[in-house]
């Protein structure tokens, strides 16, 4: 090659070079504005905490390449339990959110979105495992109510129970010595409600209340009469 070669060759390569840095940092290259690349993610956002029913689960953003300052923001999905399909909960826009009884049994995932000065691009965390429903559970001994004495209707009274929805209720009612430490249940009093007869006069009653729900079930007793 002769000079004459080497110098366009030389020209050639300078050219490519200033279009290629122009091109990094959004200069114009021949009168024209190259645009700048956007946030580009090198590693996918992910999500930490249980997944349960009422537990806090934490979106981290990921690692992206990009102009600083960038900013993050989120958008919480709901999948079917599988990971697929997903769907935004809306007002679920925050780092950390709160798994709600609507989330049992499907799976989440979180979109960022990060932004700088030039644009804007998204990436999809892996999904979360199906969220798990959360077993009834009551703080102390419920309650009967009523008047002790023979034909008057006593009733237990559920009280507040924390656990998965719908919760339903059974009962069982029982005839206690006096002491309440021998007690038996009472055929058929399977009602919230029951009706004291003569026979357990002098005697102390008490009803055992199940809570069942998605999560599973739960036995309190109440306390003697």
């Known amino acids: ?12 390569l300078v050219a490519v070079a200033t279009a290629v840095l122009a091109g990094a940092w959004g200069l114009p290259v021949g009168g024209v504005a190259v645009a700048a690349a956007a946030p580009l993610n090198t590693a996918p956002p992910a999500i930490t905490g249980t997944a349960k029913d009422g537990q806090k689960l934490r979106a981290s953003a990921g690692t992206w390449n990009g102009q600083k300052p960038t900013t993050y923001a989120y958008q919480w999905t709901r999948c079917d339990g599988f990971g697929n399909e997903c769907q935004d909960i809306p007002s679920a826009t925050r780092r950390v959110y709160k798994a709600a009884s609507k989330d ?4 989440l995932r979180v979109l960022v979105t990060a932004s700088d000065a030039t644009g804007s691009s998204s990436e999809t965390s892996a999904p979360t495992n199906a969220i798990d429903a959360v077993a009834p559970k009551r703080k102390g001994a419920a309650k009967i109510t009523g008047v002790l004495e023979d034909g008057q209707t006593l009733t237990a009274v559920t009280g507040t129970w924390k656990g998965t929805p719908p919760l339903s209720f059974g ?8 002491s309440a430490g021998d007690c038996s249940s009472i055929a058929g009093a399977t009602g919230a409600s029951y009706q004291i007869v ?28």
């Open 1 to 12: 090659m002769g000079r004459e070669g080497l110098l366009r060759a030389s020209r050639w």
């Open 171 to 178: 009962y069982q009612w029982e005839a206690c010595d006096t």
């Open 104 to 107: 049992v049994g499907h799976a």
């Open 198 to 225: 003569s026979s357990q006069v002098a005697g102390r009653l008490r009803a055992l209340i199940t809570a069942t729900g998605p999560g599973g079930s739960a036995t309190v007793t109440s306390r003697p009469t």
